[in-house]
Every structure is written in structure tokens, then in C-alpha cells.
């Protein structure tokens, strides 16, 4: 299956969702209003990953380090969600973050560690074509099983597992999973936004 074919239904309601909603630019809301914009607080583990560049990295000690933090799941055979899921992260990655005013890293962990190697992951970031902002990243399967734990995405049907989104703050160690409905471009960034500069 092409490209095309295999992220036009998932593309199609991204669409749909960012058409409901208008990108929030040019503001910064009180970290208050970051927090209604992004609930659920999240515990996030600072375990090992290996980005698709083969590099090792501690989730928040490193990638996230001081900087903002966004994070999604996918996996590279995936012929659902996760089309919709990259293609938000690349619209942040190529139109938005370059207008924050702090740096932001974007993570996509897969949920299928056994097969997706860091190789698997290049192949696949290639047709995304990410910045050095963006990061596909793999680890060992108990502690992609602890991440996905500490932020609540069910995978126990991998063809089924929800679009999530954590936005945090590595400064303040303030990590939040974004509500369904605003897991959207302009959520994601309003989220951003809340935390300031």
C-alpha cells in the first residue's frame, strides 16, 4: 500500500479536527490556563529510548532537559490513527514550533518496540521528513510498557490505541495529557503557549 493510500482516511480527520478549531499564535496564557488546557497530569518515567538516529537518550532528564515537551505513540505499520497522530507532529515541527518562543522537543515513541528497531524507525520518520526537533524513538519493551502506563494510553489493541498527546514543561517537570478533542495542531499549541517563555 502507498503512502497515500495508507494515511488518507487518517489524514482526513485530522482535517476535520483541525478545521473545528483555530491555531492559537502570537500569546502566552498563565501556566493555570496550560493546565485546563492539558488535565490529566502525567508521571513521566525517565526511562532509556534510542531515536532513529540510534542515539540514547532519558526521556526527561535529556530530551526534555529544560525545554517544552510534546509526546505521541505510533507504530511504524500502523494503518490508523498514527497517520493523523504524524501528521500533527510535522505540521508543529515544520509551521509552529519555529514560532515558540522556547525550544520544543517532539517525541514519537512507537508501541511496538519488538519490531520497531531504530532502523524500522528512520525508514519510517523518512517519509515524515522531520527536523532534528522531532524524534522517533524505541526502547525496551517494559519501559515503553511504563510510559504508556504512566500516561494512560490503552494499547491492548495496537490497531485500536487512542491518538494521545503529553505537553509538558521539562523545567518544571509539569507534564499533562492533552483531552481527546484537543489533541488537535491548535491544542497542542495553546497547550505550549500556557506554558510561557
Known sequence: MNRI??????LAIFLGLAASTVIVAGRVLPSRQAAALAQEPVDLPDVRLTDHHRREA????ELAGDDLLVVTFNYTSCQSICGVGNA??????KAVLPRIRRPVRLVSITINPMVDTPDILAEAAREWAPSERWLWATGRPGDIDKVLRQANAR???IELHELVFIVGDGKRKDFRRMP???ATVSGVLAALDGYGS
Do not use: F
Not at 493510500?5 to 487518517?10: G, I, K, N, T
Not at 532519558?58 to 532528564?61: G, H, N, T
Open 5 to 10: 493510500a495508507s494515511v488518507a482516511l487518517p
Open 58 to 61: 532519558a526521556l526527561v532528564s
Open 88 to 93: 500533527i507532529m510535522q505540521e508543529l515541527d
Open 155 to 157: 494499547t491492548a489493541d
Open 180 to 182: 481527546v478533542n484537543d
